[in-house]
């Protein structure tokens, strides 16, 4: 095999290469765009799901979400919450500890809710807690739609002197 010849085989490997990495790194960003795009999955006709996604929603400023979850009349209400709010990005802990609960009364079509998140954020020192209070549901044929929001508030410190 000649020089020229080993030169050629090489610049082949090379360009067989750079071509599979740019296939992985697309598939890569293809999932990416796949997993944050697609709607997220949610009991609708599950009372405390709703609600509890909803208290999320505005602790993680997921605007998209929250106003998939209530009334068209109360989207000023979501985008003024999320202008003047940053999102909280705490560490969840272990899956067997509980870091939400919810309360509420319903019937067959009127619901009142109320959801609180509490977590460790962002060491075991410190605390971040969401309350989300009376909020209103309405029972639709597509689930549970939120039609007040009730009552938002938050804090951050220590778990001692919360509230929450």
């Excluded at 909020?135 to 039609?147: D, N, P, S, V």
Aim: charged content about 20%.
């Amino acid at each position: 095999m000649t020089d020229f010849d080993s030169n050629k085989y090489q610049n082949r490997q090379t360009i067989v290469l750079a071509f599979i990495m740019l296939i992985l790194i697309a598939g890569c960003l293809l999932l990416w765009f796949i997993l944050t795009s697609l709607p997220f999955s949610l009991n609708r006709n599950d009372l405390g799901s709703v609600a509890s996604m909803f208290t999320l929603t505005l602790m993680q400023n997921q605007e998209k979400k929250a106003k998939s979850l209530v009334d068209p009349e109360l989207w000023p209400q979501i985008e003024s919450w999320m202008d003047e709010h940053e999102a909280v990005k705490c560490s969840w802990p272990s899956l067997d500890s509980s870091v939400g609960y919810g309360v509420g009364s319903e019937n067959d079509q009127f619901a009142n809710y109320s959801y609180t998140i509490t977590l460790p954020c962002p060491d075991f020192a410190n605390y971040y807690c969401i309350s989300v209070d009376d909020m209103a549901l309405q029972k639709t044929e597509k689930g549970w739609k939120i039609i007040e929001t009730g009552t938002i508030e938050e804090f951050f410190g220590d778990f001692m002197d919360s509230d929450c």
